[in-house]
């Protein structure tokens, strides 16, 4: 049986299984932080943590390049923490159980962390080579990239020296990325009112599971269901004829992943309940015709459960509903500037049931800021409607393409060069930190390639084997071609 470290590039994959073997979540990466820290302090390399926690690890030409233009390789060190409802897993305990199936390397029922786990492991794998052409180079990794950029908001001027900036978080070998979306949290905060239920109501769960999730920008397009927006949908069309008493409302687990699963529970008199299971299963066959080819496998699971002491009132359920069902979810236009890339995108991705308010957190993204501010107008305008207040957080800027890069017309040379066919050159509809960069580092040229990873953010996560190695002899190839200090 094939493991990660008999793959090629051998050095690269060992370095990611090493990296799969060492709990690294965001917000949790200092485990792997550490062991990065010792391993470049063994290797007589000059490393340095900064303020937020980025490591910045520096290394010397090799013999003959010392006067080339300096590069530094970005990753992030986190890695998005989703698993399918069955799989017993501790993120911040247990490693990812990463294996080789045909083509591809999975996890066993997580995220893999490919995102950026391979880019990470591309990046220290030259760091310890002896035999890999550079000139100076500068390896750039940063903490909390999945879960609010914590890292590139808190990068400041003076730890890289820098020219050129190579990004290895993108995820389709063959493209070259030049630009991406910016992006802002939105957090929709909707009180509460309580009240004392119908004593004789039977109380139930009901859970909708089995879609696909998946990347909140780069999978966006692909009209995958929304767990959040399919439940909130059946109780909008339902709630009233069946007389449901809401109890709670949960669904999502990341603000950047699409959801794949959510529950409410709920009270409904017992003369009702035959009803309701006759509504999910028509329900279930309609959502599974309207996404026959998106996500044909949606599932609904009826569970009775003790008693509920309290249920919303009639008008807070109302408003919920409402709101719910109003909010826009998914691509809410294309780009006219780039043809087949969303240009503004909203995700509901989180919903939660507290004590005196349920929780909606979602994330919008866009290609410029009047779209991105166009959806926040919308949000606004709904959150009022339902009696909700609204607040926008963590705002990060997108990264403006530059036709004129001069990095990216190396990378899309070398990249014929090798292959014999020209790459796509694109604008990615995700959140990468070249943006960010630039407020620290505004002359700083930069581009991000990668190799082929399918459904990040999602247990299905998975990238092609065969596209790692492609992007590895484009990565040194391109560290060969880095030109001399004018």
Known sequence: MTTLSQ???????QW????????????????????????????????????VGNLIIKKPATAGMENRKTVALQAHIDMVPQKNADKVHDFEKDPIEAYVDGDWV??????????NGIGMASALAVLGSDTISHGPLEVL??????????????????????????????????????????????????????????????????????????????????GRGNANKLLARFLFDHANELAIELTAFSGGSLRNAIPREANVSFMIPSDNVDRLHALIESYTQLVR??????????????????????????ATQDSLLNLLNAAPNGVIRMSDEVEGVTETSLNVGVISTETESV?????????????????????????????????FSGAYPGWKPDNSSPVMAIVRDTYEAIYHKEPVIMVIHAGLECGLFKKPYPDMDMVSIGP??????????????????????????????????S
């Not at 793959?7 to 994959?13: D, E, G, I, K, N």
């Not at 493209?175 to 004392?196: F, K, N, R």
């Not at 290609?367 to 607040?391: K, N, P």
Request: overall charge negative; glycine content about 8%.
């Open 452 to 485: 082929t990873i399918r459904y990040p953010h999602s247990p299905d996560e998975k990238v092609l084997i065969e596209t790692v190695d492609q992007y590895w002899k484009l990565l040194l190839a391109v560290l060969e071609r880095i030109p001399a200090k």
């Open 359 to 391: 929780e909606v957190l979602c994330l919008i993204r866009s290609l410029i800021d009047s779209g991105r501010e166009q959806v926040e107008g919308t949000l606004t305008a709904l959150s009022r409607l339902a009696g909700a207040e609204v607040e």
């Open 16 to 51: 990611f299984e090493q990296i799969c073997a060492i709990p690294h979540p965001s917000k949790h990466e200092q485990a792997l932080s550490s062991y990065i820290q010792n391993w470049a302090k063994e290797k007589q390399l000059d490393i340095v943590e900064d303020k």
């Open 7 to 13: 793959l090629q590039p051998q050095p690269l994959w």
């Open 106 to 115: 999975k996890a066993k029922g997580t995220t893999l962390g490919a995102d």
């Open 289 to 314: 015709e309207e996404l026959a080819i998106a996500d044909p496998d949606m599932q609904m699971t009826l569970t009775a459960t003790d008693a509920a002491t309290q249920v919303m009132s009639e």
């Open 141 to 222: 990794l940063t903490i909390d990239e999945e879960a609010g950029m914590t890292g590139a908001f808190g990068l400041e001027a003076g730890y890289l020296d820098a020219d050129i900036l190579i990004n290895t978080d993108s995820e389709q070998e063959g493209e070259i990325y030049m630009g991406c979306a910016g992006g802002v949290d939105a957090q929709i905060s909707l009180p509460l009112v309580w009240q004392a239920p119908e004593p004789s109501n039977q109380t139930f769960n009901l859970a909708l599971s089995g879609l696909k999730g998946g990347h909140s920008g780069v999978n966006i397009h692909l």
